[in-house]
């Protein structure tokens, strides 16, 4: 056996430990994906609100998922990432019950938004609970030397879930109704919880747990780069149907999908990068990434074009959170560490939930467009960031040196 063999061998038998676990973050972000594309436009064009109240609508789960981020992450540090987990399901799946109560009473349109709302409340205390449980899990699984190696597995998931649930969502309502998106998402949840069950849990971590307060702020210029970046993904995922309708071009949610794709290859290409380079010096490329597809986007004269802006803002946001991340978890003790992913990952709930309604006022004064020259701003604004925390880095380790 050659030399190089045993660490491929190794590497496969670490991926075989992490996707068993990361499969819930899978089924998760598909409930989450199917009703995605198909939301802002239900209630604009079916209910009759405005395009900021669609967005709100949207974004609502974000802030959910903001508020709920400290109980996962201690959930995940003193009940255990398979219990966490579990739970999570179960709200995703109760979720997907008020989803369907939403679209059977569309003609009651107030009653209809609020049951929707409500939904997506749900849903996003359950995609805290199952992301920061799932992570957890699967770093008990291959232990902490493979944070990044978790954390990418996780966001592969993630975006591939939303790459198949956003045209699958939208095909689903086309041709089944608006009341099969709250089926299959209760459905989904089911095959989770069940699928759950017979996996061996993980030891806790026992020790010195650090205040959330004190760990929010260690993570805190952390956070704010994922922030930043985040309002490319959260413009494409909550306006870019809105967006291809007002250009009047078809097949918007493919726009989702590549973005989708290409983060994933970007993940499964370049993960190693983070252990090689460094956690800010991948940031730095991955934002300047960004930006330039997010210009693009902005700039689109045809579809393609925009197909294009969508593929290169989705290769450059997916090694975002892991580069970031990596650096963010390693400034806290083991036993914090759910603490520290969930208050992390607050940053991104915070900056999806504001993304929403922001990028809607923005678009009823200046048009759809504009949505992506405001987070192409914002992802340059993370350039700046992660070079001001590199040099930091870089000097805080001279002077450990002397």
Known sequence: MSADSAPQRSATSMTLQIIPVVFFTFLCYLTIGIPLAVLPGYVHNDLGFSTIVAGGAISVQYIATLCSRALAGRSADTLGPKKTVT?????????????????????????????????????GCGESLVGTGAILWGIGRVGTANNARVISWNGIATYGALALGAPLGVEMAHYLGFWSLGISVMALAALGFWLARPLAPVPIVHGERMPYRSVLTRVLPHGLGLALGSAGF?????????FYAAHQWPNAAFALTLFGLMFIGARLLFSNTIKAFG?????????????????????????????????????GFALVFPALGVEAVSLVPAASRGAALSAYSVFLDLSLGITGPLAGYVANLFGYGSVYMFAAIAAAAGVALSVSLHRKSVHGAASQAE
């Open 87 to 123: 739970i999570g399901l179960i709200l995703c799946g109760a979720s997907g019950v008020l989803l369907l109560l939403a679209t059977l009473v569309a003609h009651w349109q107030a009653l209809s938004l609020a049951l929707l709302v409500t939904s997506r409340l749900l849903l």
């Open 279 to 315: 956690g800010f010096r991948v940031a730095i490329a991955s934002f300047s990434c960004e930006c330039a597809g997010l210009v693009l986007l902005w700039l689109a004269p045809t579809p393609t074009v925009a197909l294009m802006g969508a593929a290169l803002t989705g290769f």
């Open 234 to 242: 959260g413009s494409i995922a909550t306006f870019i149907t809105l």
